[in-house]
């Protein structure tokens, strides 16, 4: 529940488990973002993330409810 979410991205937990995604810095002593990815009230995992080459990514998983993704997405 401690994780540094970004403004404009899902910024706390909203169900019961929480997948989430961050991106570090190279050195990795920073956070460049962060979000969780959950589904009010149900299970939400993370299974698999790609990035691609323009530094996108890619996430899949299950959910008991539609997969969350943000608007525009």
Do not use: C, E, H, M
Not at 32 to 50: D, E, H, N
């Amino acid at each position: 529940s401690d994780l540094p979410a970004s403004s404009g991205y899902q910024t706390q937990l909203a169900g019961t488990q929480d997948a989430y995604v961050a991106k570090l810095n190279p050195a990795g002593t920073s956070v460049i973002y962060a979000t969780y990815l959950g589904a009010r009230r149900v299970t939400t995992i993370g299974l698999g993330i790609a990035v691609d080459g323009a530094g996108g990514a890619y996430v899949t998983g299950t959910t008991a409810r539609g997969y969350p993704i943000t608007p525009g997405a």
